[in-house]
């Protein structure tokens, strides 16, 4: 009976041992931080430790790996914040038992411990983590990762930039620690590559003002580094900003979910439908380090890459999760990183062990002070080798995970796998799957087109035939004026003055051609010269032109100021007239030499803003350009030359005014002269202001100006010289010519004549004048004489004669003519 007792007593303690836990001195203890029930980062803790703890059971059961021990995960969550990382690694390593490893995911949380592990003599095996600067050994010495680095995407998307023949790129990221390092790695392989990186933006939170400053900067091609939550918003912001489509190209990191643009949205406060996602996600790049296994064979576990997604399918849907909708928990992607980092920890331990075993140590004499041990370990992982369900696991030097690069692109909202590339072997492997919208690559800037802004050639046409037909009517009148200079009606109007003007007017309406002369017929380099040429030639022409009709008004008005007596001997000095058009003249060219000499005009180029092609390509613009001629005192030279030609113009007006009515014998045609002047003062005042006005507006400028000058020189013929030609035709002979001003004489022989009388008669008025003295000496000796005898006295006759010619009361005339005929 005892023994039947003690049997029983000895298979009851034989099944409880076996139902009871390892004992503690057969257990490897190892620390696990896992980022699951955060806001922001990278959750990719709910899919990680999952797979950790299939990785658990599948080395637990391998018999040849651990012999005798257990390997054992103690875990809890970060919400990949690094104080709260931190804290977790502080209560594992402070709370019994003693770990002999951590593990741990997003870079944040890895940039923490990794950094304070080295006191403990730990090695952090990283599961997720991305961060560039994790690679830096002087400040991580005991740090690996399963993750690929995240600089393993620039060589990549350097490849596809060159490829598609993009040289020029954005780039948006998120102000954390690992994209800040990704994108300093990203420029500098750029600056390698001769890739211009025309922004770079980053944002906290929210991406907005950080998407606008993008399409200010006609961002085309964009690269954009942020988490997954973040990046929600950031697609939902460039569907707000219509920055997608067939002119944009994005590139977003790839271990984001599958569907990660149409979840959570509302949970998020998303502002952006389904629809709109699908819309702004459409057509984007995506490059990720391979983290699946690639080959359907079978790796280190037993399993091939597709057995292991099955048995993480099936646990995450008994957590709950989705998985038959394709709704898959922040980290699926990296979940293989996850198994192989354990499968890393237990070769690394097994591989001590066997070294510690000759020594005569095991693992368990390990503690936080041991650093032998820990530089065993650290050899160890560091040298591991395996196939596992991501891939060959291969460690660097720098402790990073060498891993081909894949790269997606969204089509029809899915991912489609566009091809891969090896970095060490700088091969690009390309599937040509690849659909962009519009059937085309998009360019990675707007084509700016630069469009010089020329003189509509039917409104240039239309004026330079008005210019030539004024051009040759002057040249007619030129032959007119000289042919029939004998004429008084001509010879009074003082022709040397006429071909002046015309030849003034000549000038002008050449300048009306010279304004034309854009960039359609005239070299840049010869622009320069045009311009000098315009202003010469405008200035000169209005100086020959008004200058004469100025001077004519001038000598009528100075004749209007003297005597009748100084009128009639006063004649007409015509170089006085010449000499004022010369003085006006001298005045312009010393100005206009000395421009050109001290600041010359050059070419200027005014630049519009963009504008959209007639035919709608949205890769291209318009930039419209328009020539100038500026010096860099424009304003000072042209207000010399408006001053001046201001001074003259107002004056010649005063004269005109003054002289209105006012007709003289020596300038028979001053009326006419007068109001030309009015109406070219009234044209300048309006047009000068106008033209400065409307200087961006080649077409209505040109117009304008031409239109002012050819008004002005036409008139001007019109009124000096139309009057001429009908006198001329109406009366081929000279001595009918008394019509067209009754002020003067007919012919030469009248005016011979009218020169004798004038001499006469200046002959009789002192005659005269001698009379009325010796009259009035008669009438008073008479007088005298009546006084004496005090009574009235018959007057003789003669007295009566003498005193009726004083009175008046004879014909003046006969008496002259009397007095001269004797």
Same mark, same amino acid.
């Given at each position: 009976m005892l023994k039947l007792l003690f049997g029983l007593t000895t298979l009851i303690t034989t099944i409880i041992e076996a139902s009871l836990p390892p004992a503690e001195d057969n257990v490897l203890h190892i620390g696990g931080i896992f980022p699951i029930a955060g806001e922001g980062g990278w959750q990719g803790g709910q899919a990680c430790m999952p797979a950790a703890n299939l990785a658990m059971d599948d080395?637990?059961?391998?018999?040849?790996?651990?012999?005798?021990?257990?390997?054992?995960?103690?875990?809890?969550?970060?919400?990949?914040?690094?104080?709260?990382?931190?804290?977790?690694?502080?209560?594992?390593?402070?709370?019994?038992?003693q770990k002999l490893m951590l593990l741990a995911g997003c870079s944040t949380v890895c940039t923490t411990v990794a950094e304070a592990a080295k006191m403990w003599?730990?090695?952090?095996?990283?599961?997720?983590?991305?961060?560039?600067?994790?690679?830096?050994?002087?400040?991580?010495?005991?740090?690996?990762?399963?993750?690929?680095?995240?600089?393993?995407?620039?060589?990549?998307?350097?490849?596809?930039?060159?490829?598609?023949?993009?040289?020029?790129?954005?780039?948006?990221?998120?102000?954390?620690?690992?994209?800040?390092?990704?994108?300093?790695?990203?420029?500098?392989?750029?600056?390698?590559?001769?890739?211009?990186?025309?922004?770079?933006?980053?944002?906290?939170?929210?991406?907005?003002?950080?998407?606008?400053?993008?399409?200010?900067?006609?961002?085309?091609?964009?690269?954009?580094?942020?988490?997954v939550v973040a990046a929600r918003r950031v697609l939902c912001e460039l569907y707000h900003q219509n920055l997608y489509g067939k002119s944009y190209v994005w590139f977003f990191i790839g271990w984001y979910e599958d569907d990660w643009f149409e979840v959570n949205l509302d949970k998020e406060g998303i502002t952006c439908t389904k629809e709109e996602m699908r819309q702004a996600a459409e057509g984007h790049l995506t490059t990720e380090a391979l983290m699946w296994n690639q080959n359907n064979q079978k790796t280190i576990s037993g399993m091939t890459s597709e057995d292991f997604r099955q048995r993480l399918n099936k646990m995450l849907a008994e957590d709950g999760y989705d998985i038959n909708n394709n709704r898959y928990p922040e980290g699926y992607q990296e979940a293989p990183l996850a198994y192989d980092a354990v499968w890393s920890v237990a070769l690394a331990f097994n591989k001590t062990m066997e070294k510690l075993n000759k020594l005569g140590k095991s693992l368990k004499n390990f503690t936080y002070t041991d650093k032998e041990i820990a530089d065993d370990i650290y050899s160890a992982i560091n040298s591991t080798q395996f196939l596992g369900v991501s891939g060959y696991v291969a460690f660097s030097s720098q402790g990073d995970r060498i891993a081909l690069t894949q790269i997606e692109q969204v089509i029809d909202g899915g991912y489609v796998k566009l091809g891969y590339y090896d970095t060490q072997s700088d091969n690009l492997t390309w599937l040509g799957r690849e659909r962009w919208r519009g059937g085309k690559v998009p360019q990675d800037r707007t084509i700016v087109r630069k469009v010089l802004r020329t003189v509509s050639l039917p409104l240039f046409i239309c004026m330079g035939t008005v210019s030539s037909a004024g051009i040759v009517i002057a040249l007619a009148l030129i032959i007119f004026n000289s042919w029939n200079r004998h004429r008084r009606v001509i010879m009074s109007s003082h022709p040397v003055c006429n071909t002046i003007m015309l030849t003034g007017v000549i000038t002008c309406l050449v300048s009306v051609f010279l304004l034309g002369a854009d960039g359609r017929f005239v070299d840049p380099s010869e622009y320069p010269g045009i311009c000098q040429a315009r202003a010469w030639m405008l200035s000169t022409g209005f100086t020959l032109a008004f200058g004469a009709m100025f001077s004519k008004v001038w000598r009528v008005h100075r004749l209007t100021t003297k005597t009748k007596a100084d009128q009639a001997k006063k004649k007409i000095q015509p170089w006085k007239l010449y000499t004022m058009v010369s003085v006006l003249l001298a005045v312009d060219v010393m100005i206009l030499s000395a421009w050109q000499i001290l600041d010359p005009l050059q070419r200027r180029i005014e630049i519009f803003p963009l504008e959209s092609p007639l035919f709608g390509d949205d890769d291209a613009r318009i930039r419209p350009e328009l020539e100038h001629c500026e010096s860099d005192h424009n304003i000072i030279w042209l207000g010399l030359i408006y001053g001046y030609k201001g001074i003259v113009l107002v004056f010649g007006l005063f004269l005109a005014y003054e002289t209105r009515s006012i007709k003289v014998k020596q300038i028979n045609d001053s009326r006419y002269v007068g109001m030309s002047i009015y109406n070219v003062v009234v044209l300048c005042l309006i047009t000068a202001p106008v033209t400065m006005v409307?200087?961006?507006?080649?077409?209505?400028?040109?117009?304008?100006?031409?239109?002012?000058?050819?008004?002005?020189?036409?008139?001007?013929?019109?009124?000096?010289?139309?009057?001429?030609?009908?006198?001329?035709?109406?009366?081929?002979?000279?001595?009918?010519?008394?019509?067209?001003?009754?002020?003067?004489?007919?012919?030469?022989?009248?005016?011979?004549?009218?020169?004798?009388?004038?001499?006469?008669?200046?002959?009789?008025?002192?005659?005269?004048? =001698? !009379?009325?003295?010796?009259?009035? &000496?008669? %009438?008073?000796? /008479?007088?005298?004489? *009546?006084? =004496? !005898?005090?009574?009235?006295?018959? &007057?003789? %006759?003669?007295? /009566?004669?003498?005193? *009726?010619?004083?009175?008046?009361?004879?014909?003046?005339?006969?008496?002259?003519?009397?007095?001269?005929?004797?």
């Open positions: 080395v637990n059961r391998q018999k040849d790996l651990l012999p005798g021990f257990t390997l054992k995960l103690h875990s809890n969550d970060s919400e990949c914040e690094p104080g709260l990382g931190a804290s977790v690694m502080y209560n594992l390593l402070y709370n019994k038992p003599n730990l090695v952090v095996l990283c599961y997720g983590a991305s961060s560039p600067a994790l690679s830096d050994r002087n400040r991580f010495p005991t740090l690996f990762r399963t993750h690929p680095s995240a600089t393993v995407h620039n060589p990549t998307r350097i490849k596809l930039l060159q490829k598609f023949g993009w040289s020029r790129v954005a780039i948006l990221q998120q102000a954390e620690e690992v994209f800040i390092s990704t994108v300093e790695d990203l420029e500098a392989r750029c600056k390698e590559a001769g890739i211009e990186i025309v922004t770079r933006q980053s944002f906290l939170s929210d991406p907005a003002d950080a998407v606008r400053n993008l399409r200010r900067q006609d961002a085309r091609v964009i690269v954009g580094l942020f988490y409307i200087a961006s507006q080649q077409d209505a400028s040109f117009a304008f100006v031409a239109l002012a000058i050819i008004f002005c020189c036409f008139l001007s013929m019109a009124l000096i010289f139309v009057p001429k030609v009908i006198e001329v035709i109406r009366h081929p002979r000279d001595k009918a010519e008394s019509k067209y001003n009754p002020d003067v004489g007919t012919c030469k022989e009248d005016e011979e004549r009218y020169q004798k009388l004038l001499n006469e008669n200046d002959e009789l008025q002192k005659l005269i004048t =001698a !009379k009325e003295e010796k009259i009035r &000496i008669l %009438k008073q000796r /008479l007088a005298e004489r *009546d006084a =004496a !005898k005090g009574g009235t006295t018959n &007057i003789p %006759k003669d007295s /009566l004669i003498v005193a *009726d010619f004083v009175t008046g009361e004879g014909t003046s005339d006969s008496a002259i003519e009397t007095d001269h005929a004797g």
